[in-house]
């Protein structure tokens, strides 16, 4: 009994070890432009190049 114990502890941390270094390793959602009008106020503040 013992020894399957301590299998399921192993098995349940190294699950979490591999679900934490998932979430590390996955990549941020990418920033979204909004879509819509440009309006007189916010045209100002573009960047003219």
């Known amino acids: ?3 399957d ?7 349940n ?8 270094l ?3 390793t996955t990549p941020p ?3 979204r432009q909004p879509i819509g009008f440009v309006t007189p106020k916010n045209k100002s503040k573009r960047v003219k190049g």
């Open 29 to 31: 959602d990418p920033l």
């Open 13 to 20: 941390q190294l699950k979490q070890a591999v679900n934490a």
């Open 22 to 24: 998932r979430e590390l």
């Open 5 to 11: 114990t301590f299998s399921s502890d192993t098995l």
């Open 1 to 3: 009994m013992q020894y």
